[in-house]
Nanobody
Framework: VQLQASGGGLVQAGASLRLSCVAS????????MGWFRQAPGKEREFVAA????????NYADSVKGRFTMSRDNAKRTVFLQMNSLKPEDTAVYYC????????????????WGQGTLVTVSS
């Protein structure tokens, strides 16, 4: 599986950005695609995930109500709409995939994209 993320950039606090991640290669009925982020000096953390079978969504508490994950089945693409961005959202954002129905555990994801940098200025 290859994952290609895009859409990062530099924005001011309160602004919005939409990240995209295109998947190619192997598929599975147990696929989960997720977004993670890693800020400088911090561990990579879960942001959001979607089960491909039923579209069910999970979010980290820190982004609930501000971020929305969605998908385009035909294009095998997932999106992360990020609204009301805060300086603490600054990080490299990664999309990831697994075929084991893992939702939040970083170690459970087998495939990772290259990351896209989101910088939110105050």
């Amino acid at each position: 599986v290859q994952l290609q993320a895009s859409g990062g950039g530099l924005v001011q606090a309160g602004a919005s950005l939409r990240l995209s991640c295109v998947a190619s290669g192997r598929t599975s009925s147990r696929s989960v695609m997720g977004w993670f982020r890693q800020a400088p000096g911090k561990e990579r953390e879960f942001v959001a995930a979607i089960r491909w079978t039923d579209g069910s969504l999970n979010y980290a508490d820190s982004v609930k109500g501000r971020f929305t994950m969605s998908r385009d089945n035909a294009k095998r693409t997932v999106f992360l709409q990020m609204n009301s961005l805060k300086p603490e959202d600054t990080a490299v954002y990664y999309c990831a995939a697994n075929f084991g129905d893992v939702i939040r555990a970083t170690a459970g994801y087998d495939y990772w994209g290259q990351g896209t940098l989101v910088t939110v200025s105050s």
